[in-house]
């Protein structure tokens, strides 16, 4: 077996939900080598997160912003930890929520993803900056 | 090391929460060759899911789907993705919720799950059809 | 590549979200002789929970206990689990959200987490007891 990793840092996207799948996959070309094995993709963020869903109609994008801003409100007075402004307590739930990796099988050379499944970024600031990845891939 | 890899289709099943854990186990018998290792089962949609939960007492499960479709509502008039029946756009945000995967490690050929775990197909559609897994397993 | 494996009992803990990074990473020294691989910890119960978050700002722990036990409401009349208090259900729930397992690329010898990430064990039972987990990780 054999195991490949790869920073990647992707540029500043705005708030929302983002398809990256071929960024990832360019990234790491070593994934074209591997049979059978496995993709993981982490997020060294605390405030954006990873997730798989719908790769086709961006209307579900837009739609993971609507529920999750209704989901996770900004401004609770309850909320101690409020000092980076409304967006910040309510990103570290949404990335608690959504996950900081995502892990997909690899067969024959490709992410064994369905039809419809891309890699989501979520960022859950509304101003988050770079965000840096750690693409690890493993297999035979 | 060795990796063992697997597709297995899941019969359709009804909206809710459902144990497969013998289905997968038995998908992949290389499982029980890993002294040390790792389970991985991945679902290829992105309107079912996968999580642990309990094992034993059938509420639970019902209180999942009870919950689950309270906290995700239908019909939400800010939804744009609402072609597919009102039960679709819920179903996307549910499976990031719950996640498209689960890791179990294997200790002496079996998943060292607790005795209370148990893996749950997650059937957000109301008429979802058979679900595509595939089953990955790795140790040594 | 090669494979390690640990079993690891956490003490009780009260409700809420505990750093338990350092506790993850002493259990394992292996992780040290790992120039590329990926850490996995997976816990073994159903009304607990790993997930990843800030490491420092003590006041983000007590927000995620703030916000999960709003989002999951205990006393629902509709759940039908209820035997073994009202904290049981929304644990299974809670658990459910945040996942059971956390993976972690490993770079050099160590996790390569964030500056800001660490391992969270989340306790949704007022009285969860000892919780046990498995620490796996892999790689050259």
Chains 1, 2, 3 share one sequence.
């Not at 409020?82 to 967006?87: I, R």
């Not at 900081?100 to 859950?124: D, F, T």
Request: glycine letters at 8%; one cysteine or more.
């Amino acid at each position: 077996m054999q195991i490949y990793q790869q920073a990647l840092q992707l540029k500043e996207r705005r708030r929302g939900f983002h398809l990256i799948t071929a960024d990832v996959v360019y990234a790491l070309p070593q994934i074209g080598q591997l049979k059978t094995g496995i993709l993981q993709v982490f997020i060294q963020h605390t405030s954006a997160s990873l997730t798989i869903n719908e790769n086709a109609d961006p209307t579900v994008r837009h739609d993971f912003e609507t529920y999750f801003s209704k989901a996770v409100p900004e401004n609770d007075p309850d909320y101690l930890h409020d000092d980076e402004g409304p967006d910040d307590m309510p990103a570290h739930l949404k990335a608690a929520l959504l996950g900081s990796s995502v892990m997909i099988p690899i067969r024959n050379g490709k992410p064994a993803l369905g039809i419809w499944q891309g890699i989501y970024l979520c960022e859950h600031r509304d101003y988050g900056g770079p965000r840096n990845l750690m693409i690890t891939a493993w297999g035979e």
